[in-house]
C-alpha cells in the first residue's frame, strides 16, 4: 500500500479471527474486502456446510472497520440457484453499507460437477431474477461458463452489443494449460 497499490481481500467469513492480525498490521484494504455469502442461510449453508453463515455475517459487520467497501459474491449451484438473489438482498439489507453485489457461475472440478453446474432452466430462472431485481439493485453477474453463457445469449443480445473489456484464452497441450 505504501508504493500506491490497492489490496483486496476475498473471505469466506474468517473476520473475527482475522480482524486483529489485520489491525495489528496497520493494513487498509481500500480496494475492499469480498465476502463469500451463497444466498439465504439455508442455500449457504448447505453449499458450504453449518455455520458457515454466522462466519459470514461475523466477516460482514467485522471486516468493515479495515477496508473500503464491502462487497458480497456468492457462487451460483444447483443448491441455491432459486435463492441465490434473494438471499444477497436479504443480507444487502441487512448491511447496508455493502456496495457491491454479485453472483457468480463457475467450472465444477470432477468431484463438485452435480451440484456446482448449473442445468440450462437453472441458468435461465437465475438470469430472470436477476434482471428482476436489477429494476432497484445493481447486481453482477461474472459467467465462467462457454455452457452458462450459451443459454441466455440470446436475451442478453436483445439488450445489446457486448463491451470487450477482459479476454481470457486457454490452451491444452497434454497436460499443459496455457492460459
Not at 466477516?59 to 468493515?64: A, D, E, P, Q, V
Not at 458480497?72 to 438482498?89: M, Q, R, V
Not at 436489477?134 to 445489446?160: F, N, T
Amino acid at each position: 500500500q505504501d508504493k500506491g497499490m490497492t489490496l483486496n481481500l476475498i473471505d469466506n467469513g474468517s473476520g473475527k479471527r482475522l480482524i486483529e492480525k489485520i489491525k495489528k498490521e496497520g493494513v487498509f484494504f481500500a480496494g475492499g474486502i469480498d465476502i463469500s455469502v451463497d444466498g439465504n442461510k439455508k442455500s449457504h449453508e448447505a453449499q458450504r456446510g453449518s455455520g458457515a453463515w454466522e462466519l459470514a455475517m461475523d466477516g460482514i459487520s467485522t471486516l468493515k472497520e479495515v477496508a473500503g467497501h464491502i462487497s458480497i459474491t456468492g457462487t451460483a449451484s444447483a443448491l441455491n440457484f432459486d435463492t441465490i438473489t434473494e438471499g444477497l438482498l436479504e443480507v444487502k439489507r441487512r448491511f447496508p453499507f455493502i456496495k457491491v453485489m454479485q453472483i457468480t457461475t463457475t467450472s465444477p472440478t470432477n468431484f463438485q460437477s452435480q451440484r456446482m453446474h448449473l442445468h440450462p432452466k437453472e441458468m435461465k430462472e437465475l438470469f430472470n431474477n436477476l434482471i428482476r431485481v436489477s429494476k432497484k439493485q445493481p447486481p453482477r453477474l461474472l459467467i465462467y461458463r462457454i455452457e452458462d453463457l450459451a443459454v441466455i445469449i440470446d436475451k442478453l443480445m436483445k439488450y445489446g452489443i457486448p463491451k470487450m473489456k477482459h479476454i481470457h484464452m486457454e490452451w491444452k497441450i497434454n497436460n499443459l494449460v496455457v492460459a
